[in-house]
């Protein structure tokens, strides 16, 4: 009889689900996405996108030896949010504001506040609204896809929902002809950040979370919901002025923000209730900044302040105990 | 038709192939027997019998204390050595009583066969109890004291747990399909006691065979077989009344609340022998099983034979275990050694081997709020948990720590490995020792 028992509390068996293997779910269902980026946008978009990562995985390591703290690179979330950033930013942007970017991320984002676990805001896009807001030309020159192949140079242009602003504030009107199409919006062909550009490809990663079941319904569907509803009650006021709710979702970061960024477990609700409520809000606010505010997309925005709004969302949420009236006290 | 079920919950392997297709085996008797003085929640039992006296099979050796207290039996006729303490399934070493077998084990001459239409329902209440028969399903709860409802407290339900939903145990459904008219029996006796109007035994729609022959044999009588949703943990008292009458027992309530009684079928079985046949609970059904054991096995086994003795019974081991459970993977009992002896509530021996223990690192919590949705009490473990690592008694309490039932599903789910039972364990006793001292 071996001496060596293992003596422990219950349960004695385990999913086999770990944090490293949910993030390299995560990682895979990113491939796509960045296959899409590299295909549209060329070297450009793949130096963003390794500059980000590798700057991302650096300052952890730097953090947590200067904390005197283990070292966790291998977790693999340090890596998602240097995907996350790079998906997040322009494909022409230079190396230095890029590597800026990562490490605002991971050091400000997220080490400060303890680590993986304890950052109250998405740090991919605490990187990203603080670059927009100090290099707002950098962040804002976008290129016209240029598919490997095609011999085009990248050629700056405005995004959609930027032309679509631009028009409104000059003549208080939808342009008359946008550049794009839906369907090519849809695909990828267009205008804006590495990440944002193929609806089509974030949903096929996002099929395949769904899939492991390591992403839910709950914010997705509450978030691009509440902005077709939203958006598309302003379309029928006045479709001469606001785009149609299509345009809202094929646009801009919608799908990215709605299915990658908004669903960071880390800065989101617990609860099934905490999310739907967290899903509405960010669709409310993603479709009021897009129409009414200063910049033309105001998913970032919206994601960031419904991650400040979660503690809070949390402590009114918790789910009704089993046994127990809704108002607390028994059945 | 969508099974009944509750919300929440988990859908671990249940690893059930090893043994449901094996019939009970008759386990031989060992060269010495540990009988524990207390098996269950409750005083335990006062040995009534001196070292060197002969007993009988079935005899008392230790008398009830207190009404939450059942009486001990020998297990079989033979000789006490010694009456000390000795290693005990709970962890420390406690009171037992040593019998070395004559190898007659022959039955005391007390015991005889009862009509039990001669008895009133106090009378077989009383069998029940100095048979000193519990509940079956692990917790061990002494079943006289669920048959003794206060008569504000009508049951209109008595319910019959057939669900079994611990990964690798069968005891229970090898007794449903070998043993059926013992636990019909059982089952009568105790409607009997109830007057329920409704009398139902759940069963966990994987044992399609005890579900079909069940419903065959109870054809005529009104008792109904539902078969519920595989899910774990359909077989908790509260997930499964809810399955079964849609009711939902009180915070901090009893079965009674809602008009209900719930009995395993294992214990219907154990009620039977106590009233027909006069027996006491000397035996029971144990799985012993996984993946360290060489031929796993279902074996009826006399209460206090040694953990090592049922494994040489079933073949010796494969390899070294790496954790030795009694009772089932999601909420067994470790222990420090085979020469732990069974007691009534041990449904189950699992040996693990090092490779199949959940031992990953823990990790800090990413809020992926699958505890969330596992939890079948519809709590939030990880903020009770961190509640409860830093002592936050008060947060502990209102965050409902005391309404877990400790069913492991928040665990088994946690990718970060954090060990959210045994932390909601030690909130649960510092609320409880938060409101002793209060009302000192």
């Not at chain 1, 609806?199 to 709950?218: C, E, P, V």
């Not at chain 2, 057939?162 to 069968?170: D, I, Q, R, S």
Request: with cysteine.
């Amino acid at each position: 009889m071996s001496q060596q028992l293992y003596l422990s509390s219950s349960p004695h068996v385990h999913s086999g689900e770990t944090t490293p293997s949910v993030m390299r779910a995560v990682l895979y269902s990113l491939v796509p996405a960045c296959g899409v980026a590299v295909y549209f946008f060329g070297i450009p978009a793949l130096s963003v996108l390794l500059i980000a990562t590798l700057g991302c995985l650096a300052t952890e390591v730097v953090c947590q030896r200067l904390m005197r703290q283990p070292v966790t690179i291998a977790d693999g979330s340090a890596a998602i949010t240097g995907v996350l950033l790079a998906l997040n930013l322009p494909p022409t942007s230079p190396w230095w504001l890029t590597l800026l970017g990562a490490v605002i991320a991971i050091a400000v984002g997220k080490q400060v506040y303890g680590g993986l676990g304890s950052n109250p805001f998405n740090p991919a896009l605490v990187a990203r609204v603080v670059l927009l807001i100090s290099f707002p030309v950098q962040m804002t020159t976008w290129s016209a896809p240029a598919p490997l192949g095609s011999g085009l140079d990248l050629v700056t242009t405005a995004t959609p929902l930027g032309e679509w602003k631009n028009a409104v504030m000059l003549t208080g009107a939808m342009p008359a002809e946008m550049q794009g199409s839906m369907a090519g919006y849809f695909l990828g062909n267009m205008p804006g950040c590495i990440g944002e550009v193929s609806a089509l490809a974030l949903l096929l990663g996002a099929g395949y979370l769904f899939y492991r079941r390591i992403l839910t319904w709950h914010i997705p569907a509450t978030y691009v919901g509440t902005v077709v509803l939203l958006s598309g009650a302003f379309w029928l006021i006045n479709p001469a002025k606001y785009p149609n709710p299509v345009f809202h979702l094929v646009t801009g970061g919608l799908v990215l923000g709605a299915f990658y960024m908004a669903t960071d477990m880390v800065t989101t609700p617990v609860s099934i209730r905490g999310m739907l409520i967290f899903g509405v809000g960010c669709g409310v606010l993603t479709v009021l900044i897009r129409l009414f505010g200063g910049y033309p997309e105001g998913v970032s925005f919206a994601i960031l302040l419904m991650n400040a709004a979660t503690p809070l969302i949390d402590r009114y949420t918790k789910p009704r105990t089993f046994g127990t009236a809704r108002q607390g006290g028994s059945v | 038709m969508k099974l009944r079920t509750f919300k929440g919950g988990i859908h671990p392997p249940d690893n059930k192939h090893w043994t449901s297709h094996k019939a009970i085996e008759d386990c031989p008797l060992p060269d010495e027997l540990v009988v524990p003085l207390s098996q269950h929640i409750g005083a335990p039992s006062v040995a009534c019998v001196e070292v060197g006296q002969h007993v009988a099979k079935g005899q008392e050796i230790g008398s009830a204390k207190g009404f939450v207290s059942v009486p001990v039996h020998a297990s079989t006729s033979g000789e006490v050595v010694a009456i000390e303490n000795r290693p005990h399934p709970f962890g420390t070493p406690l009171p037992a009583v040593v019998i070395k077998p004559d190898g007659e084990d022959s039955w005391s001459s007390n015991l005889q066969f009862t009509d039990p239409g001669s008895l009133t329902s106090d009378e077989l209440i009383e069998k029940v109890r100095q048979a000193g028969v519990v509940g079956m399903g692990g917790a061990a709860f002494p079943a006289h004291v669920k048959m003794s409802p206060p008569p504000e407290k009508p049951i209109h339900t008595l319910l019959f747990n057939g669900v079994e939903c611990e990964p690798y145990l069968t005891s229970d459904h090898r007794m449903m399909l070998e043993e059926s008219e013992r636990v019909l029996q059982g089952v009568a006796l105790l409607q009997y006691v109830y007057g329920a109007e409704r009398v139902v035994i759940g069963i966990e729609a994987n044992k399609p065979d005890a579900i079909a022959l069940l419903k065959k044999q109870c054809a005529d009588a009104a008792v109904e077989i539902l078969p519920l949703q595989v899910k774990y943990p359909q077989g908790a008292e509260k997930q499964l009344i809810f399955a079964a009458t849609g009711r939902e027992v009180p915070s901090g309530g009893l079965p009674m609340d809602v008009g209900v009684a719930v009995h395993n079928v294992s214990t219907a079985a154990a009620v039977t022998d106590a009233v027909m046949l006069g027996r006491p609970l000397i035996e029971r059904v144990c799985t012993v099983t996984g993946p360290a054991i060489k031929e796993p096995k279902n074996l009826r086994i006399r209460i206090g034979m040694s953990l090592s003795h049922l494994v040489e019974v079933c073949g010796g081991l494969v390899e070294e275990p790496g954790k030795i459970i009694l009772g089932g993977p999601m909420m067994g009992f470790t222990q420090v050694g085979l020469d732990v002896p069974v007691i009534r509530g041990s449904s189950g021996l699992l040996l693990l081997r090092e490779e199949d223990i959940a031992n990953s690192p823990e990790g800090p919590c990413i809020r992926c709020a699958r505890c969330v949705q596992a939890c079948p009490m519809n709590l939030m473990p990880t903020t009770i948990a961190a509640y409860a690592r830093r002592d936050l008694v008060e947060e502990t309490e209102e965050y409902c720590a005391m309404d877990c039932i400790e069913c492991g599903s928040c665990s088994y789910v946690c990718p970060a490995s954090i060990p959210l039972v045994q932390l909601i364990r030690h909130g649960k006793a510092a609320v409880l020792a938060k409101k002793r001292n209060a009302l000192l």
